[in-house]
């Protein structure tokens, strides 16, 4: 929660319920509970192959996410990527794309979060700030 109100920040949940008529019923009485939520059907087969690996999110959707997740402050890149288990390599090209002006840059845009850099050469420090 953000406040006394018990709002909070977006969130993605996840949750199997049975195709029977207690599944409908929770899905109701989540409806009714959280009034605003967006709920999607979730393809998943809980005996299909994609349980015995783990499937890894894009560096993009996972910067989003995380963001999307973040209250308002200024980020260190290197501290995101870390938190979301970037390789050294996903880092070097999430600040490309940044400093290209890619597609992540729209995405984030959206977020009200914005890329900055302070410094240059070695000590240049890559921020995304969110408002």
Known sequence: MIDEEGNCL???????????????????????????????DWVYDLDGPGC????????RAAVVTAMRNKSPGRYLISAIAKEIGLT???TTNLKDALRK????VDDLKRLGVSYSVEGSGR?????????
């Open 123 to 131: 000590d240049a420090k890559s921020y995304l700030v969110k408002r």
């Open 10 to 40: 977006p969130t993605d949940v996840f949750v199997t319920l049975p195709n029977t008529s207690v599944g409908r019923d929770v899905e109701s009485a989540i409806r009714e509970a959280f009034t605003g939520a967006v709920i999607r």
């Open 101 to 104: 002006k890619r597609a992540i």
């Open 52 to 59: 015995q690996t783990k499937q890894r999110t894009s560096p």
């Open 88 to 90: 050294s390599t996903e």
